[in-house]
């Protein structure tokens, strides 16, 4: 089963404006990642966050994670044309001799000029 | 850097028929990982191997379903005898064990009639 819910399922904005994705997950977790699909390509890592941060920035990106709640947030700023995608947040639980990652549902973006 | 190569990109086949998938990963990375991406079920992890072992196979959905890693450059996904409801984008991601971040391949579009 999914580990991760995703929300909004869609969004629509315009280039310049700020985009903001959430996720949803069960279980403890070791670390969340983002990554990124563009139509018929394969998943792009963005961005990782461990369970002990709280928040991460990589240029115009920035997650936070707030263990409590089970959740995650992507913020994209100054959004551009180039970053219509799909996003998807993924949990790692390392069990040891595993480490694997459950993915959400995603996230479709569409940034129209 | 070469990233993990897939072969084909794209399959279609007959119900009944065998379908092979190939996936190299990126040399150095000992963990490969086996997922299918439907509109249905969005991504779903299949298998996945460290230093050519199969750790979890919990998500290959049925017997037709085979996975091999002959060796650290090379695996296969077989699919015997196929079914419609195969048809999905099938996709191939390596990592070093020593990191949680997972590099993925442009994926093979299954279609079986």
């Known amino acids: 089963s999914q580990q991760g819910e995703e929300d909004p399922q869609a969004l629509s904005i315009q280039e310049g404006e700020n985009a903001t994705m959430n996720c949803s997950y069960k279980?403890?977790?070791?670390?969340l990642q983002w990554y990124r699909q563009n139509s018929g390509r394969g998943l792009v890592h963005l961005i990782l966050?461990?369970?002990?941060?709280r928040e991460k920035h990589s240029g115009r990106l920035r997650v936070t994670l707030d263990t409590s709640k089970k959740s995650s947030s992507l913020l994209i700023t100054a959004s551009r044309a180039a970053d219509t995608a799909s996003y998807f947040c993924?949990?790692?639980?390392?069990?040891?001799?595993?480490?694997?990652?459950?993915f959400g549902t995603g996230t479709r973006l569409q940034v129209t000029l | 850097d070469a990233g993990v190569i897939q072969s084909p990109r794209h399959e279609v086949t007959e119900m009944g028929q065998e379908v092979t998938l190939r996936c190299k990963p990126i040399?150095?990375?000992?963990?490969l990982f086996w997922y299918r991406q439907t509109m249905m079920r969005g991504l779903e992890l299949l298998i996945y191997?460290?230093?050519?072992?199969?750790?979890?196979d919990s998500g290959m959905p049925e017997d037709r379903f085979s996975a091999k890693m002959p060796n650290a450059s090379f695996s296969t996904l077989k699919i015997q005898p196929s079914e419609p409801r195969d048809s999905a984008v099938y996709f191939c991601?390596?990592?070093?064990?020593?990191?949680?971040?997972?590099?993925f391949g442009p994926g093979t579009r299954l279609t079986v009639l």
């Open positions: 991601a390596s990592k070093r064990t020593s990191t949680d971040t997972q590099y």
């Open positions: 279980t403890s977790i070791n670390n």
């Open positions: 966050i461990r369970s002990n941060e």
């Open positions: 993924a949990t790692n639980i390392n069990t040891g001799t595993a480490s694997k990652l459950t």
């Open positions: 040399s150095g990375h000992n963990s």
């Open positions: 191997f460290n230093n050519n072992v199969p750790i979890d």
